[in-house]
């Protein structure tokens, strides 16, 4: 036998072989598609958690949470040193959310909506709801971006505005009422509405 007979010979027995490969998925080596079957693709986009690829999952988020000013201790009367507001902040299952902002310098509140779709490392992108044409958060009506953050265990939230982190007031469960607001000049007391205040306090 010759050396070109036992190449042909030798092809036509590893060509069937070949073509069975045409059927199978490439795989990128390295990607999660390793570790998905064929025809499946792991969780992304739109109803993720962001970068994780974990479906996002907002019960933790749903409820009623109020601002704590730092100068005056929750629940008491006092001067707040300048800053005698009151701020509730509420996310809904829908994708909206609310905000109320009073302050004792104001004839009136303001309330604002918002419409909240995940975003990327654990944060609510936040958007103008339906009849808002900007965002707004306290008193500020020119807001460009706005997204939140939940801290667990106390279920705290963290709000970014424009790039910067909200450090002043503390963001917790419960919605917040006026018991006195600024009927002497520069005193006021909020404290939990009915039925708002936590069963046991968070440690």
């Known amino acids: 036998m010759t050396p070109r007979s036992i190449t042909t010979l ?7 072989a070949s073509c069975q490969c045409a059927d199978s998925v490439p ?29 996002f999952d ?4 749903i409820g009623r949470y109020h601002a704590e000013n730092p100068y005056l201790v929750f629940g008491e009367r006092g001067d707040p040193l ?16 609310t905000s109320f902002y009073d302050s004792c310098s104001l004839a009136a509140g303001i309330s604002s909506t ?12 936040l958007q103008p709801g339906v009849g808002q044409s900007s965002l707004h958060f306290f008193a500020n009506m020119g807001v460009e971006h706005l997204r939140v953050q939940l801290i667990e265990p106390c279920r705290e939230l963290r709000f970014e ?16 009422c006026w018991v006195d607001r600024c009927t002497t000049p520069g005193i006021m007391q909020v404290d939990y509405c009915d039925g708002e205040e936590p069963e046991e306090a968070c440690q």
């Open 10 to 16: 030798i092809l036509s027995l590893i060509w069937p």
């Open 27 to 55: 795989v990128e080596l390295g990607s999660d598609a390793s570790s998905s079957s064929t025809g499946e693709s792991s969780a992304s986009g739109s109803g993720s958690g962001g970068s994780s690829g974990d479906p």
């Open 58 to 61: 907002a019960s933790r988020w």
């Open 82 to 97: 300048g800053t005698p507001v009151l701020f509730n902040f509420e996310i809904l299952p829908n994708g909206m959310a």
């Open 114 to 125: 918002y419409e909240w779709t995940p975003g990327e490392d654990g944060w609510l992108e």
């Open 161 to 176: 505005v424009d790039g910067e982190l909200s450090t002043f007031f503390t963001f917790l469960p419960g919605e917040s």
